[in-house]
């Protein structure tokens, strides 16, 4: 069984800064791209930023210049720091993860997410 949990959502005032985690857990044997895509009421679910194994990085043109993702491969851990946030950025961000399940050898493989964590902005 494989889980990703979020944290770190919450409310903040127009112009402040919110950093998102994200940990898998369970039989994993690698993880590949990970990423965050957002949902706002009535829109399609859009990709925020994604990163590869490698650390290479992708952002939505959005978000570019404000927004940072990271990984920690250690632990597991895909982050997103939202800095100068506005109130179009408000909607629930969810992590996916492309992983390889298995134990000491991989299994199978395909893409989780999480459950989804609440951002609003004020303005």
């Known amino acids: 069984q494989v889980q990703l949990v979020e944290s770190g959502g919450g409310l903040v005032q127009a112009g402040g800064s919110l950093r998102l985690s994200c940990v898998a857990s369970g039989s994993i044997f690698s993880i590949n791209d990970m990423g965050w895509y957002r949902q706002a009421p009535d829109n399609q679910r859009e990709l925020v930023a994604s990163?590869?194994?490698?650390?290479?990085?992708n952002y939505a043109d959005s978000v570019k210049g404000r927004f940072t993702i990271s990984r920690d491969n250690a632990k597991k851990t895909v982050y997103l720091q939202m800095n100068s946030l506005k109130p179009e950025d408000t909607a629930v961000y969810y992590c996916?993860?492309?992983?390889?399940?298995?134990?000491?050898?991989?299994?199978?493989?395909?893409?989780?997410w999480g459950q989804g964590t609440q951002v609003t902005v004020s303005s």
């Open positions: 996916n993860a492309d992983i390889v399940v298995g134990i000491t050898r991989p299994a199978s493989r395909r893409d989780y």
């Open positions: 990163i590869s194994g490698g650390g290479s990085t």
